[in-house]
């Protein structure tokens, strides 16, 4: 990850404090191979559900790119607002604004109809020692965490059963692949991760 967007491994975060790791994170008997960010307890892949993937195709910075959906169908346009360059624009395939992000000294976000206008960094916390991000989406708190060449999207959750992931963003030459389970997809979470993933990956300062 850009240093604009620290993680590492870590605890899992705590939905009663946003700035908070929760002390008692769920620990694999046999967990996955460590990597630069630390071990992330996973489902076995074999009991992973279906996913669909979401690719954003650019020249030059992910803040102006198209977003193709399964079967290579045009789903998401991601664009700079021309005139002044302090926004970027977020387009169904109808062409439709749905979010804008506000580049500000504290970036500002708003989703028409999902997410009030509200800093970036109220909506996804850097957790207190720095090792991922909380993100509150229809009615609950996920945890953005990563994991080897990979940024997850989990559920937050306690006790002894390990968090499953339910989106993921992984990063390749000029493009950046959102990848989500038909549960994501079920609960609404398709235009909030495409939003999510546009800040994860912006290279800019967002809290």
């Known amino acids: 990850m850009h240093t604009n967007n620290p993680y590492a491994q870590g605890g899992w975060f705590n939905p009663d404090k946003a ?10 008997t046999n967990p996955p191979q460590a990597s630069i960010y630390g071990a992330l307890p996973f489902s076995s892949p074999s009991t992973q559900q279906s996913t669909y993937k979401f690719v954003f195709s650019y020249r030059s910075t992910i803040l102006s790119s198209t977003v193709n959906g399964p079967n290579d169908k045009a789903y998401f346009r991601v664009s700079n607002d021309k005139p002044s360059k302090g926004k970027t624009l977020f387009q169904n395939h109808q062409g439709h604004n749905f979010a804008v992000i506000e580049w500000q000294s504290h970036p500002v976000i708003e989703i028409r109809e999902l997410l009030e206008r509200q800093n970036v960094a109220a ?3 850097l957790s207190a020692d720095k090792t991922q991000r909380a993100m509150f989406a229809r009615g609950k708190w996920y945890s953005w ?5 990979t940024i997850c999207l989990c559920t937050a959750t306690y006790g002894s059963t390990p968090p499953s992931p339910i989106a993921k963003i992984l990063r390749g030459d000029g493009t ?3 990848e989500l389970t038909a549960q994501a997809i079920q609960v ?3 235009e909030i991760c495409v939003v999510a993933t546009v800040l ?6 967002i809290d």
């Open 19 to 28: 700035d908070s790791i929760n002390n008692t994170a769920w620990s694999p």
């Open 123 to 125: 909506w996804l916390p």
């Open 145 to 149: 965490v990563p994991y080897e060449n």
């Open 176 to 178: 950046v692949t959102l």
């Open 188 to 190: 609404g979470l398709l």
């Open 200 to 205: 994860l990956q912006s290279e800019r300062t």
